[in-house]
């Protein structure tokens, strides 16, 4: 386990089964695509950012669980939660449990995302 305040990538997939590694290297292959991408690891989950964050992952047992910032809500079923978090800001949240889940519609969402975040 990570020191106090120190957060590492690996230490989000330590216990946790390789498809979870797996579902995550697809989703950001696919995310490279847009630009540059930094992955901040903290201490429950990993944020991704390109000039401020944009997506945030958590790491369960066999599974990821991926929030989504955009400017509206998706009102997309694959999401089990939808937040409010600001006058014109939503962070959205589905659960990803196969690397084809990271899908064309699910990728166009990311773009959203991303360029909000530019």
């Known amino acids: ?8 990538l690996e230490s ?12 995550y290297n697809t ?6 695509g847009f630009g540059k991408i930094v992955e901040e ?3 429950t989950s990993i944020h991704l950012v390109n000039r401020t964050t944009f997506a945030g992952v958590v790491t369960q047992k066999s599974a990821l669980i991926l929030n989504i ?23 959205q949240e589905l659960k990803l449990t196969d690397p084809a889940q990271v899908d064309e519609q699910l990728v166009g969402w990311l773009k959203q995302a991303y360029d909000l975040s530019s």
């Open 41 to 43: 690891p903290k201490k």
């Open 69 to 91: 910032k955009s400017s509206t809500p998706i009102g997309d079923l694959r999401f089990s939660r939808t937040e409010k978090v600001s006058a014109k800001r939503y962070h």
């Open 27 to 32: 989703l950001l292959s696919e995310l490279r």
């Open 1 to 8: 386990m990570p020191e106090a305040g120190t957060f590492t």
């Open 12 to 23: 989000h997939f330590e216990n946790k089964s390789p498809l979870v590694r797996k579902i």
